[in-house]
């Protein structure tokens, strides 16, 4: 518990102007800005992030919470709420994965708080970067090691950690947004830019502080994600300790064209297992111009997991990750042809 | 006693006090208001072992609001420390600079807002010397302390010994043989409610507005560590939000905000945090357990060893000793047991709903299920076999043991039938699906008690003792005694609990309340109509004059008799004085005349199920359940369960199910979810915040049925009634995990059973 300041963005110009402290991501950064709050206070009651100042984004709402769907894709304002993106009939019926990734995240009092844009940027449950009474954490306190490797790391990553940081990223809307390939546009000092999302995110490097791409001062402004036929036949599997309200230990989001018995074009994300938002090509791989069997799924998902690693508790994952897949392609597979014509 | 007890119980009534709660008008301890209240706020200690080697308070003092700082160099020496749940030695805090486990309170912050005293107790600098801590089992520097079976008040009939080595010879010479071992998982009640306290002194008077589930305890336990007179501290807690064993005992952190309220002369109201609770409190610690079962061919048990290892405290030898209620189940003629405590850097544990039975159980129904694969025999059966009148162990009648019409009721009611005898049999879509099936049980306990009932001549009761609404129902079973012995509404009687200015009750422990209520209850109302009928047939004014008193009951707010005859409470009351009060106190039968006198120096006596001279006295239930199992990802879900339970007059059909229903769920979440972590490195506990404990939510739980078995059991007590609180949890986890294996072929000995451990 300790003092801050409070400031509300009127406009976006201000927004940016106020919040050019905000530093890459760092929980450390000085001046922090507030969309639902439900990351921020949580981590702020548990003193693992401690601003100076919050900057309000309330007052952008009316301009940056539209839905808006086109012929070419779905335009969605960073500020717009979870739970309004998952009831909306054409992202139910367009961008099946997106709309499940955000009904089975959190619980509804938090879905109707959180917007998109907090959404990404929410950050891991590792429960030694979560109390900051631990000492070893270089994601909190960089230089200082990593508890979770020697401690219990049940939930942690087996896919894109190195030695700095076995962390997980949670969220569940964000591997979605991997599979349909969406764009993030963001505006900062320098001016507006747009980039892909699957670019938002870094890996560890050896510096864990830095976890996205972001400059200081850069607000998120809306997400972009593309139409497709794959978009349409899209699922996301959360597989999960209890039946709501809880984090995935394993997931993974699939869009699949078929071309008769063949695969045409696939998409595989990953989440609960991996340091970021993880994108399986080499899954994609396997399955592109092959027919959807079970065995190429097992191969697909064999694919998905290469390279992976566990550290004791999670080496479930190396099963369960595969495993997951497996369910998706199954599950994507099962769902109608998309009815749009490209 | 001259009530029929059916004519009490059995009408579903709801909670006199449910308004109140869901309203807010309801005041838990930390709602009363007290007049300028300061603030305190924990420090607690960063390491699991070692020593304090200083404090630097300079940023903590400068925090604008500061009023004190509590540490073992300003106070250390100005209480004595409480004693542990067993009544033996256990951890300190600010007694001296020793730490014995993570989260210890070690300092406590006084200041005039929540908000100062949450910020400065966060700028206390506590320099230690940290020592290798030991976690848990198998850790390097635990200390192994072989016990003999028994948990407190209880001693284990026979010698050890010789039971072993007889068991070990039916075991070799047994054709069908099980040995197994289990482990279950460290779990913290911490409920909804906080661990606040709310210290206000009156000149040399203290009144603690605490959650407890024993008031007498609390008011005696608090005098002595101040070192004051017990008549002089009141204990207030008139409504609790869960307890379910975390309030029964005295915790470390009362005495010191007493202290701090003397120091400044002001109340001093504490409500630590969430984590805290974690560490502040009790829990139910982990156990290893090995578990020998031999069999004849047809079912027949021929021994049963049950060991159990349990952590705790490095001072304390608080243990749990299931094997107590283990080896009363079945009828095995060789029963061996034995108990070890297994001493490690941890907090001391403490009672937990059903502290001996959910983890002991789980071993014991679990190696039951195996047993009847070993067997090749339907498990329901192999209990059928084993089921037994007697108590296995000391060869004492059960007082009544309703098992089998149990499992009778729950299998026909789940489809028991349906069940595909083989392993990994049954799917539905990408599902595995599993029945699982096991035994419950717990035993009756009935403690003294006393009771203040007033008569009013409007025909208004009020009933006064120092019994817990710890959300159990209380109030409305207590309402519901007195109302139906005295002849009146329910909405007639007022009940005031949860004060310690009140006629004392035994802690809410042992699912002992119920009947240590309800008995007193009805002693003191059986005096009333006594008075009001002797008085009446005195009267020349009164139809009864010169009836033999005797003959006249009290029912529909009037005295009267079999002929027909009434005469209104309005006159029959005045008759008495202008009032009518009584004060009763009832010592149950097996108890010695001293323990009401024990009850008021805050002892409570209590007369166990499992040791009593004439019976033994348990109620029993049993568990369906069924489960679906991915078949790729190994997600586990309890679609539905039936259980049904005979535990003697049921006094309030409505919370019962509550209870029963309570129970259940968590035993879906002992089963599946609940674990609390601890770093086998630091020995710290991780995930020490509801969010990372995980608990079942709504979606976890969609279908559980009830079945209230009747049993009439007219040796148990009087009023042939059981506690059960504690007996829908018992039994559930093994219930599940046998469900799973039942499901995959995977037999899971460890909890809780998670995906990862089905891949
Ligand atoms: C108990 C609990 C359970 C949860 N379960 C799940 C789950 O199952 N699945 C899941 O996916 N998520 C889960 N979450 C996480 C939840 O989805 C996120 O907390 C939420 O989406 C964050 O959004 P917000 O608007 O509240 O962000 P805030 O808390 O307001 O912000 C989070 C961070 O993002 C920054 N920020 C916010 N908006 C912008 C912007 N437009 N531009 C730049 N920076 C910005 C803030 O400065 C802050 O650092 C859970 C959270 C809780 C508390
Ligand atoms: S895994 Fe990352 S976040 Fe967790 S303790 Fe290690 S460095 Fe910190």
């Known amino acids: ?342 | 006693m001259t009530f029929n007890p059916k004519s009490l119980f059995g009408r579903p009534t709801p909670r006199i006090d449910g308004v109140a709660k869901v309203t807010g008008a309801a005041r838990y301890a930390s709602d009363e208001l007290v007049a300028n209240p300061a603030f305190a706020s924990l420090v607690t200690s960063e390491i699991a072992r070692g020593h304090i080697t200083g404090f630097d308070l300079s940023r903590a003092k400068a925090v604008p609001g500061v009023l004190d700082i509590l540490t073992y160099e300003t106070v250390g020496n100005q209480i004595k420390a409480p004693l542990g749940p067993d009544g033996g030695p256990t951890t300190t805090t600010l007694e001296s600079n020793r730490i014995w486990h993570d989260g210890q309170i070690i300092a406590v912050v006084v200041a005039d807002t929540f908000e100062s005293a949450a910020e400065a107790a966060g700028k206390v600098h506590v320099s230690t010397m940290a020592e290798a801590a030991s976690a848990s089992f198998g850790a390097p520097g635990v200390e192994v302390q072989a016990i003999t079976a028994g948990r407190p008040g209880e001693k284990t009939k026979g010698n050890q010994t010789e039971e072993k080595a007889a068991a070990d010879a039916a075991f070799a010479a047994a054709p069908v043989k099980l040995d197994v071992r289990y482990a279950t998982p460290p779990q913290h009640h911490n409920p909804i409610e906080l661990f606040t306290t709310t210290c206000v002194w009156d000149g040399p008077n203290l009144t603690v507005y605490e959650p407890s589930q024993f008031m007498w305890g609390l008011k005696t336990a608090t005098a002595k560590q101040l070192g004051i007179d017990p008549a002089n501290v009141r204990a207030v807690s008139r409504y609790v939000g869960g307890a379910f064993g975390s309030k029964g005992n005295q915790t470390s952190r009362t005495a010191w905000i007493a202290l701090a309220a003397k120091r400044l002369g002001r109340p001093v109201k504490l409500v630590p945090t969430r984590a805290q609770g974690f560490t502040i409190a009790t829990y139910r610690a982990e156990t290893r357990q090995h578990v020998r079962l031999s069999a004849t061919a047809d079912g027949k048990l021929t021994s049963m060893f049950h060991e159990g290892w349990e952590v705790s405290s490095r001072p304390s030898s608080y243990k749990v000793a299931g094997v107590e209620a283990t080896s009363r189940l079945y009828a095995a003629p060789v029963i061996a047991t034995a108990v070890n405590v297994v001493h490690a850097d941890r907090a001391t544990p403490g009672f937990m709903r059903a502290p001996a039975e959910v983890p002991y159980v789980f071993a014991l129904e679990s190696a039951m299920d195996e047993l009847s694969y070993a067997l090749n025999m339907d498990p329901i059966e192999l209990r059928r076999v084993n089921d037994t009148q007697n108590d296995p162990v000391s060869g004492l009648p059960f007082s009544s043991r309703l098992l089998m019409p149990c499992f009778d009721q729950a299998a026909e009611k789940f489809g028991w039938s349906k069940r595909n005898p083989k392993p990994a049999s049954m799917r539905r879509g990408e599902w595995l699906v599993g029945y699982g099936c096991a035994s419950s049980f717990y035993p009756n306990n009935i403690g003294p008690a006393a009771v203040r009932i007033s008569l009013a001549p409007s025909g208004k009761a009020n009933v006064s003792m120092a019994a817990h609404e710890l959300g159990t129902g209380a109030y409305t079973t207590v309402a519901i005694t007195a109302a139906h012995s005295l002849g009146l509404a329910v909405k007639d009687v007022t009940v005031h609990l949860g004060d310690s200015d009140l006629p004392p009750v035994p802690v809410a422990g042992g699912s002992n309340n119920a009947a240590t209520t309800t008995h007193v209850v009805v002693k003191a109302c059986a005096d009333i109509r006594q008075r009001l009928a002797e008085a009446a047939v005195a009267a020349e004014d009164s139809p009864f004059h010169s009836a033999d008193p005797a003959t006249l009951i009290l029912a529909g707010g009037a005295l009267r008799n079999a002929d027909g005859l009434s005469e209104p409470l309005s006159k029959a009351v005045p008759r008495t004085g202008g009032r009518l009060e009584v004060y009763a106190e009832n010592i149950p039968a097996g108890l010695p005349a001293s323990a009401m006198a024990q009850l008021y120096n805050g002892h409570p006596l209590m007369s166990r199920g499992g040791n009593r001279k004439d019976v033994t006295a348990y109620a029993f239930g049993a568990h369906c359940v069924e489960v679906r199992v991915h078949s790729l990802t190994r997600e586990i879900r309890v679609p539905r369960v039936v259980s049904a339970f005979a535990a003697g007059n049921v006094i309030n059909p409505t919370t019962a199910h509550s209870q029963y229903m309570g129970g259940v769920i968590w035993g879906i979440s002992s089963a599946l979810h609940e674990a609390t972590e601890i770093d086998p490195v630091s020995a710290r506990v991780i995930n020490a915040n509801l969010a990372d404990y995980i608990v079942p939510v709504n979606a976890d739980a969609p279908s559980i049925d009830i079945i209230m078995v009747p049993e009439n059991d007219d040796r148990v007590n009087p009023l042939g009634v059981k506690g059960i609180g504690e007996i829908g949890i018992v039994g559930m986890n093994a219930a599940i995990s046998n469900a799973v294996f039942h499901a995959t072929g995977k037999r899971i000995r460890e909890l809780p059973v998670r995906a990862e451990k089905l891949l």
């Open chain 1, 1 to 342: 518990m300790r003092p801050f300041s409070y400031a509300r963005a009127t406009d976006l110009a201000q927004a940016v102007h106020l919040g050019r402290q905000t530093g890459q991501g760092q929980t450390d950064a000085p001046v922090q800005l507030l969309a639902g709050g439900t990351t921020l206070y949580d981590l702020m009651k548990l003193d693992v992030m401690v601003p100076d100042r919050l900057v309000d984004l309330g007052p952008l709402r009316p301009k940056l919470s539209s839905i808006t769907p086109s012929a070419e894709g779905l335009h969605l304002g960073a500020l717009a709420k979870m739970a309004h993106v998952a009831a909306h009939p054409v992202v139910q019926a367009d961008y099946p994965a997106l709309a499940q990734s955000l009904q089975l995240a959190a619980s509804a009092q938090l879905r109707n708080m959180a917007t998109l844009g907090g959404n990404v940027l929410q950050r891991t449950r590792c429960s030694y970067f979560r109390d900051p009474t631990w000492a070893a954490c270089n994601k909190r306190n960089p230089g200082s090691g990593c508890a979770a490797l020697t401690g219990f790391n049940r939930n942690h990553a087996v896919l894109g950690t190195d030695s700095s940081c076995i962390a997980q990223y949670p969220g569940d809307w964000a591997v979605a947004l991997m599979a349909l390939e969406a764009d993030v546009s963001l505006t900062g000092p320098l001016g507006s830019r747009r980039l892909p999302f699957a670019s938002l995110h870094r890996l560890a490097g050896g510096q864990p502080q830095f976890e996205t791409n972001l400059q200081p001062g850069e607000v998120i402004t809306a997400f972009f994600i593309p139409a497709s036929k794959r978009a349409q036949r899209s699922v996301y599997v959360k597989v999960r300790d209890r039946t709501s309200y809880e984090f995935a230990i394993a997931s993974a989001a699939v869009a699949l064209e078929m071309d008769g018995d063949l695969v045409r074009q696939i998409r595989i994300s990953l989440g609960g297992m991996a340091y970021r938002p993880w994108r399986a090509e080499g899954a994609e791989a396997v399955l592109t111009g092959k027919p959807l069997t079970e065995a190429n799924a097992e191969a697909a998902g064999r694919a998905a997991l290469a390279g992976a690693a566990g550290h004791g508790h999670n080496d479930y994952k190396l099963t369960l990750g595969p495993q997951t897949v497996v369910r998706a392609l199954m599950q994507a597979k099962a769902l109608p042809p998309a009815s749009r014509k490209a």
